[in-house]
């Protein structure tokens, strides 16, 4: 079953526009939880992680992102969209495993 | 500076044919796995190595075989076996600690059929 949902597979945001990339999980115990972004044609960087400590977690590249228990939810945000923030991001859970959501592909329009 | 290598970048593969996959890092972390990246699919895990000497199938091993004689190294063979091998493979690890460490990426290697 999958246990990292990202809702829309694709989503277009203007330049300067604020960035709103979703994330659901279902756990029987407190995750950790991360977001990744990919290049194309590259590997995936770590943008940050929450680890049960501050519920809003700061990364890099002016993202960030909220650790949310009643609605298991863990939404990337971005209070402004830049052209190089077009890239695909994933959402991740680690359980025994690491377990990766299919990915939301960000494309930003001027 | 530290970091995932693998290689090579591209690889082609003719009927029949076994092909490995190279992933080499110097962080000293002691897990590292191999994914199968597929175009919507997101990340698939095919094998996981905690410790030298030890291996665990994920969820897509058919086709695929691994070793782990050196901390350092993870390679991937893409048997005959695996009838569907076109893919994008990506390499990563991550130190101990549970699931607080976040796992580190390689630069993936993309691999066609001839």
């Known amino acids: 079953a999958q246990s990292v949902t990202q809702l829309g597979s694709h989503v277009s945001v203007s330049e300067g526009a604020l960035v709103l990339l979703r994330c659901n999980y279902s756990?029987?115990?407190?995750?950790?939880l991360f977001w990744y972004v990919q290049y194309p044609n590259q590997g995936l960087q770590l943008l940050l992680k929450?680890?049960?400590?501050?519920?809003l977690v700061k990364g890099i590249n002016g993202f960030e992102a909220e650790f949310k228990k009643s609605e298991t939810s863990f939404h990337l945000t971005k209070p402004s969209a830049h052209m190089s923030d077009a890239a695909e991001y994933f959402c991740?859970?680690?359980?025994?495993?690491?377990?990766f959501g299919p990915g939301t592909r960000l494309s930003v329009l001027p | 500076d530290g970091g995932i290598t693998q290689s090579p970048k591209y690889l082609f593969r003719k009927e029949g044919q076994n092909v490995t996959l190279s992933c080499e890092q110097n962080?000293?972390?002691?897990?590292m796995y191999w994914y199968r990246q597929d175009p919507g699919q997101g990340l698939r895990l095919i094998y996981y190595?905690?410790?030298?000497?030890?291996?665990q199938k994920g969820d897509i091993a058919e086709g695929y075989s691994v070793s782990r004689e050196k901390k350092e190294s993870f390679p991937l063979t893409v048997t005959s076996a695996q009838k569907n091998p076109t893919a994008f493979y990506l390499c990563?690890?991550?130190?101990?600690?549970?699931?607080?460490?976040?796992?580190?990426f390689g630069d993936g290697t993309r691999l066609s059929i001839l």
């Open positions: 991740a859970k680690k359980g025994q495993n690491f377990v």
């Open positions: 190595s905690q410790i030298v000497n030890d291996f």
């Open positions: 756990s029987s115990v407190p995750p950790y």
């Open positions: 990563a690890s991550s130190m101990p600690g549970g699931g607080r460490q976040p796992q580190h």
């Open positions: 929450y680890t049960s400590a501050a519920t």
């Open positions: 962080l000293n972390h002691d897990a």
